[in-house]
């Protein structure tokens, strides 16, 4: 009688805790209830006075505690050596778990990151194609054609080869370690240089030339007049001696003396395109 009493209470506590369905992220099971744990970053008292409303406690500096958690102690934070290159730790927070960080140029040297290492730099002719991070190094490649890289460095990709200018031309091109050398461009300045000594050259010839000549080959050289010639009809003696000129239907007297006159004065010039008449009133006057 009293095995069969106890198993039929022991089949009702079976039956009772299946049919409990505790949170198993945030309740734990006790006494055939369903008990609350303490929140990330906490820790729960050793002594629980009530499975509905347990006692807890913040965790202390450098704990943490990530999820929800009955036990009644908190984690340790990992130490962060900065003599393994490690960044050093600040703002940790008590709900997670901190990550150490690498300095700057600096990675993992293995999945568990338990030192860190520099990052490689690409050498000479080569040039960064990824930077390294935190987790990874460098990716170097080689400079194509038209770049180059003529220093070791983990952070410079290739540089491009320099246009040379209006005005510059390339004296020696680059390669994948130097960029092009640009030259200023002096065709122009040697072409003035030349226009000007000829120049000068042909002045001076010119000069000397003038000098040999002297002044005398200078004189003015008078034009020749251009005669027009005088048509004449006739030519006489009039009662006072004078010779008379029939031109055109006028009648011109020309006294002795004038008919004597040198041929450049101003009357002469009327009468020098008729040098015809001239002669024979010369001739007349001369009777």
């Not at 299946?18 to 008990?35: I, K, N, R, S, V």
């Not at 390669?175 to 200023?184: E, G, M, Q």
């Not at 040999?212 to 030519?235: A, H, K, N, W």
Request: hydrophobic letters at 30%.
């Amino acid at each position: 009688m009293n095995f069969l009493a106890a198993l039929i209470l022991t089949v009702a506590l079976v039956v009772d805790a299946e049919d409990l369905h505790c949170d198993p992220d945030t309740q734990f099971e006790q006494g055939g209830e369903c008990c609350k744990m303490c929140p990330p970053g906490q820790k729960m008292q050793a002594s629980l006075e009530s499975c509905s409303e347990p006692r807890c406690q913040p965790c202390r500096e450098n704990e943490y505690q990530d999820k929800y958690t009955k036990d009644n102690t908190c984690k340790l934070q990992p130490y962060c050596d900065p003599n393994k290159n490690f960044k050093e730790a600040v703002d940790m927070k008590t709900t997670v778990k901190h990550v150490c960080s690498c300095k700057d140029g600096f990675h993992c040297s293995s999945r568990e990151c338990i030192t860190c290492v520099a990052h490689t730099p690409c050498g000479v002719g080569f040039g960064v194609q990824t930077k390294g991070s935190h987790m990874s190094d460098t990716v170097c490649e080689e400079c194509r054609h038209g770049t180059f890289s003529n220093e070791s460095s983990a952070e410079d990709a290739c540089w491009t080869w320099t246009e040379c200018g209006v005005g510059f031309y390339v004296e020696k091109a680059g390669t994948n370690r130097s960029d092009n050398i640009c030259v200023k461009d002096r065709g122009h300045v040697i072409a003035i240089v030349i226009g000007v000594l000829c120049a000068a050259v042909a002045v001076v010839v010119v000069l000397c030339s003038v000098e040999s000549l002297g002044p005398e080959s200078f004189t003015p050289i008078r034009q020749e007049e251009t005669r027009t010639p005088v048509e004449t009809e006739d030519i006489g003696i009039t009662e006072n001696g004078n010779c008379v000129v029939q031109e055109h239907g006028n009648a011109v007297k020309l006294s002795r003396q004038e008919s004597q006159m040198d041929t450049t004065t101003e009357h002469s010039t009327l009468f020098s395109s008729s040098s015809e008449g001239k002669s024979s009133c010369e001739r007349l006057n001369s009777l």
